[in-house]
């Protein structure tokens, strides 16, 4: 139930709501904003109505306005989204400190406000943040991918893992680059788009925890290797089979620091 409460006093009937709603659940009866029952179903959920109302008359899930943020003059400006894009790096260089609870929670609530197909929000946030749990895990990976590798049954075009665990075996780990977490995004593979809603949500996750301190990295190589060399460890980390992997992410507290942005030179641009 959409639970749809117009407080009238505050409702400046600008039809703001229902001319932004996506599936033209809202029409303007009598002034105000309704919705008819057999319209209902057709609602996804994606509270354009609840965000766009200017003097917060409309609630609807029996949110209050109240406790929402306000937008107005709370942006952060374009030169600092700007220097926050160009200045996030692949860090692959970690603190042994781990990342407080608290602050994982935080930023995976955040992100989890990021956009999805159709607003499904089916997205499954899988993190790892006991050091014991990643210790094993660095290990299990090494010696599943060890297996595989002297049965000499590495897929193509991923053999030069016998490398990366020659080096795990020298103390140098090229897998996880000794970061203390690893955030795995999937979504279930009858979605609209689960690989791309993932993607955005890993995007948001590595420009948010840039601008809590944090280091990130997209780690293909984890992603290659839970995936395609020993993909029965997933399911030890408890993640659905009927989940697609969007991506992985190593991140924890930089173990190093950057003072300016880099210099890429012009973008390609087709303009049509």
């Excluded at 057709?42 to 949110?63: D, E, N, R, V, Y």
């Excluded at 297996?147 to 049954?153: F, G, L, N, T, Y």
């Excluded at 190589?221 to 029965?232: G, M």
């Amino acid at each position: 139930m959409l639970n749809l409460r117009i407080d009238e006093e505050k409702c400046i009937q600008c039809g703001e709501c229902a001319d932004d709603c996506p599936r033209n659940v809202l029409s303007l009866d009598a002034g105000y904003p309704a919705v008819h029952p057999e319209e209902e179903k057709k609602c996804i959920a994606c509270q354009h109505c609840f965000a766009i109302c200017p003097t917060g008359a409309l609630s609807i899930f029996g949110l209050d306005p109240e406790d929402s943020s306000p937008l107005n003059d709370a942006l952060p400006s374009p030169q600092q989204l700007a220097t926050l894009m160009k200045g996030r790096r692949s860090v692959r260089r970690y603190l042994e400190e781990p990342v407080e609870t608290s602050i994982i929670a935080e930023l995976i609530e955040v992100v989890a406000n990021g956009p999805t197909a159709v607003n499904n929000r089916q997205l499954l946030f899988t993190v790892i943040e006991s050091q014991s749990t990643m210790t094993t895990l660095r290990k299990d990976t090494i010696e599943g991918i060890r297996k595989v590798a002297e049965q000499d049954s590495l897929p193509e075009g991923l053999e030069f893992f016998a490398g990366i665990v020659d080096a795990a075996d020298d103390g140098n780990d090229v897998l996880f680059r000794n970061a203390p977490h690893l955030l795995i995004v999937s979504s279930p593979a009858d979605g609209s788009s689960p690989e791309q809603d993932c993607l955005i949500a890993l995007s948001y996750f590595e420009l948010l925890a840039t601008a809590s301190g944090l280091g990130t990295v997209w780690n293909g190589l984890c992603r290659w290797a839970l995936t395609r060399i020993v993909p029965e460890l997933l399911e030890q980390l408890n993640i659905p089979e009927n989940h697609t992997i969007g991506y992985m992410m190593s991140f924890g507290k930089p173990a190093v620091k950057y003072h300016r942005t880099v210099q890429r030179g012009g973008a390609r641009i087709n303009s049509i």
